[in-house]
Structure formats: C-alpha cells, structure tokens
C-alpha cells in the first residue's frame, strides 16, 4: 500500500491498465531526479514528493487552468491543507537539521584553517 496527495491508502499495481493516465492526469518531470510523476489535476499547485528521490516538488499548474476548474469540495481542500502543513512542517525539520551541519561543518573549516595557517609559519 501507498499513499496517494490526500493521504488516503491505495494499493500499488503491477498491471499497466492500472496505472494509465487520464486526461485530467498532469505529466511532469521531478527537477531534482527527472522521474515521471503522473497526478490528478487537482493537485496543480501543491507540493509533493517525487516517489523517487522524495525531494519536494512543485505540480505545475497547466497553462490555460483556473480556479473554477478545480472541483474541489471543503473535505477535499482541508484533506490537502493538512497535507501541505505536513509538507511544511517536514521542510522545517530538514532546514534546521541543514542549518545543524552547516554549523558544524563552519567549525570544522575554521580548525582545518587554523591548522594550515599554523602549519605555514
């Protein structure tokens, strides 16, 4: 089982006619690995992560769409704001965990200078 944009439960499939694109589907590239990530179009504009690399990424809005076009009723649109808060909150985690080993690796280039410079004289 994985999950799907509004975290409801659905079963992976071997067979082809399974996974077939629809019309409304939006087809996108991942920026970060270049995978094919196929998504209902009423997840135009959300992040997501690639089931690939998992890096964050951003659907595409298809040229010519409107609000209008999203038939989204208020179960569906609290379902994705809960998921884009999750998303959000996941991006915090990893930004101060980021900001962490920056800190560190900061440190570490400043001993690695102090040697050399002491290693010069």
């Not at 076009?69 to 179960?75: E, M, N, S, Y």
Request: net charge negative; glycine share 6%; hydrophobic share 40%.
């Amino acid at each position: 089982m994985v999950e799907d944009m509004q975290g409801k439960e659905i079963e992976e499939s071997s067979d082809p006619l399974a996974a077939e694109i629809r019309d409304t589907d939006i087809v996108f590239d991942c920026p970060n690995c270049g995978k094919s990530l196929v998504i209902d179009y009423r997840g135009a504009g959300l992040q997501i992560p690639c089931s690939d690399c998992g890096a964050s990424v951003l659907v595409p809005i298809p040229e010519g769409m409107e609000l209008h076009d999203l038939d989204l009723d208020a179960g569906e649109v609290l379902k994705q704001l809960f998921a884009t808060r999750k998303n959000f909150q996941k991006a915090e985690l990893e930004i101060q965990a980021l900001k962490a080993r920056l800190v560190q690796l900061q440190e570490a280039l400043t001993v690695m200078q102090q040697v050399v410079s002491e290693g010069l004289k």
